[in-house]
């Protein structure tokens, strides 16, 4: 049995909004805030001619442009979660889909997953089912 390998390239952003969770009895369904971590992998099994999966700077400014669009905002305001809880969940479905219409097909295809830390020891993620999932190694700060 042969076995297949990949690269795979993840980078962080980060933005600070505030939210609340409607349907959610306790103290987060009060105005509150986070320092978010986003963060996105990318797997591909071919490198281009200079020796690289996907360009970290590249990935990173497609992902910046999704986070700054969040970035000292008032989530639940967002037309990106109208209808839906604002909860690190939603968040983590909204970059995983719209950094995906953002990225040239063949990468968008590699796109493992969105991961949004609220805090430093947790997180929610969003990818398809049976996708690989590296250990978090804890977000940027």
Not at 7 to 33: I, N
Not at 68 to 86: A, I, K, M, S, Y
Not at 108 to 123: D, H, I, M
Request: glycine share 6%; with cysteine.
């Amino acid at each position: 049995m042969s076995e297949t390998y990949a690269y795979t390239v993840s980078v962080q952003a980060h933005y600070d909004s505030a939210h609340f969770l409607e349907k959610y009895k306790g103290k987060c369904e009060r105005l509150h805030g986070h320092r978010y971590v986003v963060e996105v992998a990318v797997q591909t099994t071919e490198l281009n001619e200079s020796g690289i999966a996907f360009d970290f700077v590249d990935l990173k400014r497609e992902l910046r442009v999704l986070a700054d669009e969040l970035d000292h905002r008032l989530l639940n305001e967002l037309p990106q979660f109208e209808g839906v809880e604002t909860s690190a969940e939603n968040q983590a479905r909204y970059f995983f889909h719209a950094l995906r219409e953002r990225l040239p097909a063949e990468l968008a295809e590699g796109l493992l997953y969105a991961r949004v830390w609220e805090t430093p020891s947790q997180w929610a993620q969003y990818g398809p089912v049976g996708a690989p999932l590296p250990a978090p190694p804890g977000p940027s700060v």
